[in-house]
């Protein structure tokens, strides 16, 4: 699978705060756009990762950064949160990886 990124995975520990997990090459293709609403426009940016690895340590809920974040994050404004990921582990080696939808 071609890489044009590396990708961080950022968790909520029990305590609130947040913390950087795993660090993964990925492919990443980014929508940019806004969304129509009642009251005005609001910013609607989308991303689908492909991570070459079926066995990505990555949930729903968490955050995932297109950059090589500290261990331990203050902020996470700027992140995109984990909406959907499949595992997807038919074929061959080089078929496999996982799909991450974010938000």
Do not use: F
Not at 17 to 40: F, H, R, T, V
Not at 52 to 74: H, K, N, Q
């Amino acid at each position: 699978m071609i890489t044009n990124a590396v990708c961080t995975i950022v968790r909520t520990a029990e305590d609130g705060s947040y913390y950087a997990g795993e660090m993964y090459p990925c492919l990443w293709i980014e929508d940019n756009g806004y969304e129509a609403k009642k009251y005005g426009e609001e910013k609607a940016d989308t991303a689908r990762i492909y991570i070459p690895d079926v066995r990505a340590d990555v949930l729903e809920g968490d955050y995932i950064t297109r950059a090589v974040v500290p261990e331990v994050i203050t902020n996470v404004s700027g992140m995109l949160t984990v909406k959907n990921v499949a595992h997807n582990d038919y074929g061959s080696a080089e078929m496999q990886h996982t799909e991450v939808g974010a938000k």
